[in-house]
């Protein structure tokens, strides 16, 4: 059974950096994909970045130059190191996985598995 659970958010100001972390356990490295997703109140879940067991990354727009995943293999653990944070930023933080190396979707319903989410608060 796959687990995953986040930790890592918090309050910052804009200009400010977080770094999130999803600690996994339960799926099968070599074929699988993961990411970060963020969901505002009132909105839809919607990707931020993807990786896969071959390295593969994906990003949204929106975060190019600014966010960076990453995973160590050994910690069976997955990054979002988020940079120059802006207020629009601000929202639940979910790490998410599927059974597939296939990392180029940034659409929720195309993810198994999902952790609890943390919350990422960005002020002006």
């Known amino acids: 059974q796959v687990q995953l659970v986040e930790s890592g958010g918090g309050s910052v100001q804009e200009g400010g950096s977080l770094r999130l972390s999803c600690a996994a356990s339960?799926?099968?490295?070599?074929?699988?994909?993961m990411g970060w997703f963020h969901q505002a109140p009132g909105k839809e879940r919607e990707g931020i970045a993807t990786i896969n067991a071959w390295g593969y990354i994906n990003y949204a727009d929106s975060v190019k130059g600014r966010f960076t995943i990453s995973k160590d293999n050994a910690k069976n653990t997955l990054y979002l190191q988020m940079n120059s944070l802006k207020p629009e930023d601000t929202a639940m933080y979910y790490c998410a996985a599927r059974d597939s190396d296939y990392c180029r979707s940034l659409v929720a319903p195309d993810y198994n598995y999902w952790g609890q989410g943390t919350q990422v608060t960005v002020s002006s």
């Open positions: 339960g799926y099968s490295r070599s074929t699988f994909c």
